[in-house]
C-alpha cells in the first residue's frame, strides 16, 4: 500500500520559517509529480507547489519567492521549504504523488501565528 508521510509542521510566528518533508513508499518515486496542497479552515485545498520528474516546478502565485519545492529521488522524499510565512498561510499542509494514479498524504498543520 502506498503511503505518503507529512512532517515538520508546527506552529510558527509570521515571518518565521518551516521546512516540510513528505516520505514515499512503495512507489517509482522518480517517476512522480510530488506536489503540496493547503487546506485553510472554510476553503478548499488549493496547490501551493508541485516538482515533476524532470525537477520543473510550478508555485501558487502566493508563495512565489518564499517557498520552494525540492526533491531527493534517493531518499523518496519530496521537501518544502517555507520562508517569510504569513498567517494566510495556515493550513493543513497535504503532499500529493500523481503518475498512473494519485496519493495523498494525511497531512500536517502549519499555523502562523504572534
Known amino acids: 500500500q502506498v503511503q505518503l508521510v507529512e512532517s515538520g509542521g508546527g506552529l510558527v510566528q509570521p515571518g518565521g520559517s518551516l521546512r516540510l518533508s513528505c516520505a514515499a513508499s512503495?512507489?517509482?518515486?522518480?517517476?512522480?509529480?510530488m506536489g503540496w496542497y493547503r487546506q485553510a479552515p472554510g476553503k478548499q485545498r488549493e496547490l501551493v507547489a508541485r516538482?515533476?520528474?524532470?525537477?520543473?516546478?510550478h508555485y501558487a502565485e502566493s508563495v512565489k519567492g518564499r517557498f520552494t519545492i525540492s526533491r531527493d529521488n534517493a531518499k523518496n522524499t519530496v521537501y518544502l521549504q517555507m520562508n517569510n510565512l504569513k498567517p494566510d498561510d495556515t493550513g493543513v499542509y497535504y503532499c500529493?504523488?500523481?503518475?498512473?494514479?494519485?496519493?495523498w498524504g494525511q497531512g500536517t498543520q502549519v499555523t502562523v501565528s504572534s
Open positions: 512503495p512507489i517509482i518515486f522518480s517517476r512522480y509529480t
Open positions: 500529493n504523488a500523481a503518475y498512473a494514479m494519485t496519493y
Open positions: 516538482i515533476t520528474s524532470g525537477g520543473n516546478t
